[in-house]
């Protein structure tokens, strides 16, 4: 199943283009993949929940002493948008993807979730102001071909499949919800660490 997965992206031309770096990896035996240099990725919309849950579960992270990666705040002007997400995704432990209303909206967050799920990360979903059922590919096809839209799918599919927090901000309380993803995370953590056992 996971060659199959990996065929399919080394025909996509998108893929090509921006992912060497995940290509190589992909050939690479295991002991040569990379040692894990963050914690967690926090895949999000930014436009629906950078001001707000995706920044303080990373603030709450940091105050765990955790290394997490959020765009905004481990990227610098000048860095290559693709490599630095790419290579932050396959060097992160877990992956915590914060599902909203507009984020099946954006090619960029459907690419991460992809590649998240392509490279067989531990995935802890939030749900935000949108159900699992709500979820699917939104983009036009004047930006994308029929074969990332295919994977864009794919993907969203098997995080549908995945247990997951939900919030909804009418009723919700913020600050519980990123206590509990944290405390999720940190359990995921642990468990990782016991499997590799290096606990």
Known sequence: MISRVFNFMKESKAVQLNNKLFLDLLS??????????????????????????ATLLY???????????????????GDKLFD??????????????????????????????????????????????????QLDVMIERLTCSDDEIQRF???????????????????GNLSEVVTVASDVIVERLIELEAEDGNF
């Open 153 to 171: 799918r794919w993907a969203l599919q098997e995080a549908k499949d995945i247990v997951g927090l939900t919030f909804d901000s009418y009723k």
């Open 84 to 133: 630095h997400i790419n290579s932050a995704i396959l060097t992160s432990k877990v992956a915590v993807t914060v599902f909203s209303p507009n984020y099946c909206d954006s090619y960029f967050c459907l690419h991460e979730l992809a590649l998240i799920m392509e490279s067989r990360k531990r995935v802890i979903p939030i749900f935000c102001d949108i159900k699992p059922s």
């Open 59 to 77: 603030d709450n992270l940091r105050s765990r002493n955790l290394r997490p990666f959020l765009d905004c705040k481990n990227m610098k002007p």
């Open 28 to 53: 690479a035996s295991p002991s040569a993949k990379p040692k894990p240099l963050l914690d967690v990725f926090i895949n999000h919309r930014g436009s629906d929940t950078k001001r707000n849950i």
